[in-house]
């Protein structure tokens, strides 16, 4: 048995993860001259480990403590979470649409779920820096339904086969596709170098084109001195006497033993499971009862097909190539149906992989599977909906009677779907492959529904009785807590969160380096 | 096309597993734990084996159980597996040696099995008597890596007729 004490470093700012949100705020405060310490619970990826590999792309999966997870419409949280530097966007496909200003208001507008405590245009600034910061290629002005903001600085990718395809469809039904923004370049950006739509983005990008923490914030962090530990699970937050601030935080190091790090401020970024999880075990910031609460999960579905001539279903970008906002408006599509949803166009596809090409017949085996396999992978096509989820008290992590091997309680994420966004999911699947048969496609089909991307547990809002931290991330209830990342969305959209959780944590981190 | 098999699909490619029944095929609070010795028998390997040559036709020259062995051996969060990815509350391990023991029951002492017809029964969850996770959720995953090591290389690339154009070729798994 070792008989070395536990250490107590100090810091002013400690980390909790090391994902997209926690390494704008490295780099924020590095760069302002704080010394920080980013903790990360799982292993060290290095970009010469970024193998073009489907199934080496797995690796990049959470692998910490399981997530027990239950109804109609679970949020698949080994799927959805990263795990290691860099986080889920290691592994993530940097599709970077805006919210829509009225997903700020849904409550006040339709009374579902709840509103942020700031509009659109005070997060637009924030928008604006990460995309400078990161770059972004698309097309502004095709983007007729974008929010203002800056243009992008990079132009858009070009458009490979089944894009073109798929696009007769959309504009047969009098329908509108945009290049899809990506935080991917489309030509050199910032010392890294262009995209080679090689279609190999899940795996990870390893020459640096796309816009993952390893080559932009987290990068950015260490160079101004800001010190990743990997393997370091953090399992429990120290409070001090008053209750209102914390101490710091305690940790697993790579070889077990427990270790203290003392910090003037804490930033929670963990991911959203974990941020609940590890709020609802140290019994902390929750003074309004809702730490957990408003869990959410965007329902996605894909479409596929089979073009009768070829369509380059292995090239491009993971995330897809093109983008449709026609349907974001108005939420209310009918009595029953309620909510946004995107379409993203044109996703590349590798063989084999949950969202790979064998996959998407699941129903096919023996021999046919070999000349399925022959035909698709030079003609199919596909393209998902990204639905808007309803913000509802009763989805929710809370700790289940486990504990995992720190001795810290499991978590149970439970999430279903109103019968108002089955409805919308219903139609939107229906128009999906109504746009494949007018784009020549004769037997179109559709995968299972899915969970993409997990928010909320963590809301911020006016108030301490109405939300879990206020408008800049910060606990309503720990004066020195941040929390960051998904967790904190009130309310959903329809599009991918990682751009918005990064303007978040830009203003969150702005408030934090000038407060007292 | 006709989809009668849209229920599978559903059941097969979603985590949508009940949780009793996950915790009936052994739960683990810890991902970290040192794997298990492997309970699976020479003759049960050799009927996944020859089910997933029924599923993935060439996942047994490809070398599909040297491939399951050798990932079953590792930690479970370093596996390469569909059933890692799927997130299923239950070990790598436990989820083979789960389908070992179904498929010796389906066998029923006779000699020999008939692997195509016990693929499309596992598919549509009509095989009498299947205990444990749904048949299909087993098929589905035992199809996602046979499919893994047929077509997912850089060989099986090769076999479609496409180009690879890794960024960095992946080290060999099989
Ligand atoms: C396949 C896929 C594709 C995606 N594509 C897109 C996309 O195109 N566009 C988009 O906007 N979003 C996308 N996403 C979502 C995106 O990955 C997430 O929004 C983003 O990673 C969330 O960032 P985060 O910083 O909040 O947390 P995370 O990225 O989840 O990082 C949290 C980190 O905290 C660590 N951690 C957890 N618990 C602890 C602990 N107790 N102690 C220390 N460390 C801990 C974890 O290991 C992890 O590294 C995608 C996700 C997936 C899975
Ligand atoms: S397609 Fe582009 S972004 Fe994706 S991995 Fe290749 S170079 Fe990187």
């Known amino acids: 048995m070792s008989t070395q004490l536990p250490t107590q470093e100090s810091c002013d700012i400690a980390i909790i993860g090391s994902g997209p949100a926690a390494a704008l705020y490295a780099a924020r405060a590095a760069e302002a001259g704080r010394s920080v310490v980013l903790l990360e619970a799982g292993p060290e990826r290095r970009l010469e480990q970024l193998y073009s590999s489907q199934l080496w792309a797995r690796q990049l999966k959470w692998g910490g403590s399981p997530v027990e997870e239950q109804g109609n419409h679970k949020v698949g949280h080994v799927f959805n979470s990263g795990w290691g530097s860099g986080g889920g966007g290691m592994h993530h496909y940097a599709v970077y649409p805006r919210l829509q200003p009225s997903d700020f208001s849904v409550r006040a507008d339709h009374g579902h779920g709840l509103d942020w405590p700031i509009s659109y245009a005070q997060l637009r600034p924030h928008y604006d820096r990460v995309q400078a910061d990161i770059g972004i290629s698309g097309d502004a002005t095709q983007e007729h339904w974008r929010p203002p903001g800056d243009d992008y600085p990079m132009p858009p990718m070009p458009l490979f086969a089944q894009s073109r395809l798929i696009a007769t469809g959309f504009a047969q039904r009098g329908m509108h596709t945009a290049p899809l923004p990506l935080a991917i370049n489309s030509r050199p950006y910032k010392g890294r170098p262009s995209c080679q739509f090689d279609g190999w983005c899940d795996a990870g990008c390893p020459i640096g084109a796309l816009a993952n923490p390893l080559v932009t914030y987290l990068a950015a962090a260490t160079a101004a001195g800001a010190e990743l530990r990997c393997e370091s699970t953090v399992t429990e937050v120290i409070k001090d006497g008053t209750g209102h601030r914390l101490q710091g935080v305690r940790y697993r190091d790579a070889s077990g033993q427990r270790q203290t790090l003392l910090a003037n401020q804490v930033v929670l970024a963990a991911g959203t499971i974990e941020n609940s999880r590890l709020l609802l075990a140290n019994q902390l910031a929750n003074s309004s009862g809702l730490v957990g609460s408003h869990l959410m999960s965007h329902p996605a579905r894909s479409i596929y097909g089979l073009f009768d001539q070829p369509s380059e279903p292995t090239l491009g970008i993971t995330g897809g190539q093109l983008i449709c906002h026609d349907r974001y408006h108005p939420k209310r599509k009918a009595d029953d149906q309620y909510g946004s949803y995107q379409w993203l166009i044109g996703q590349a596809m590798k063989p084999t992989d949950l969202l790979g090409i064998a996959n998407t017949r699941p129903d096919i085996a023996g021999a046919q599977l070999d000349s399925f396999m022959r035909e698709a992978t030079q003609k199919v096509g596909n393209m998902v909906f990204v639905a808007e989820d309803i913000a509802n008290p009763d989805n929710r992590v809370e700790l289940t009677g486990q504990l995992d091997q720190h001795g810290q309680p499991l978590a149970r994420a439970v999430h279903n779907i109103s019968s108002q966004t089955q409805a919308l999911v219903q139609a939107a699947t229906q128009e999906g492959l109504d746009i494949f048969r007018a784009a020549g496609v004769a037997e179109p089909w559709h995968g299972p529904l899915i969970g993409m991307h997990i928010l909320g547990g963590t809301p911020i809002g006016q108030d301490a009785a109405s939300s879990v931290a206020d408008s800049h991330g910060r606990s309503h209830d720990i004066d020195n807590l941040w929390i960051a990342g998904g967790s904190l969305f009130p309310s959903s959209g329809a599009v991918n969160p990682t751009f918005t959780l990064l303007a978040l944590a830009d203003r969150g981190a702005n408030a934090m380096l000038t407060a007292r | ?174």
């Open chain 2, 1 to 174: 096309m006709s989809f009668t098999r849209r229920q599978f699909i559903q059941r097969g490619a979603a985590v949508a597993v009940a949780p009793a029944v996950l915790a009936a095929a052994g739960k683990t609070a810890s991902s970290h734990a040192n794997p298990p010795a492997i309970a699976i028998t020479p003759a049960q390997w050799s009927l996944i084996e020859a089910l997933a040559e029924a599923i993935v036709p060439g996942s047994r020259s490809a070398g599909l159980i040297a491939f399951l062995q050798r990932q079953l051996a590792n930690p479970p969060e370093q596996a390469l597996l569909m059933v890692r990815y799927l997130g299923l509350p239950v070990t790598p391990i436990a989820f083979y040696q789960g389908l070992a023991e179904q498929l010796s029951a389906a066998q029923d002492g006779s000699a020999t099995v008939d692997a195509y017809a016990l693929q499309a029964q596992m598919a549509t969850d009509s095989v009498a008597n299947w205990q444990g996770l749904p048949a299909s959720l087993y098929h589905f995953v035992l199809r996602s890596d046979g499919c893994d090591v047929v077509y997912g290389t850089p060989a099986g690339s090769k076999l479609l007729g496409l180009d690879y154009l890794a960024h960095i070729a992946p080290p060999e798994v099989l």
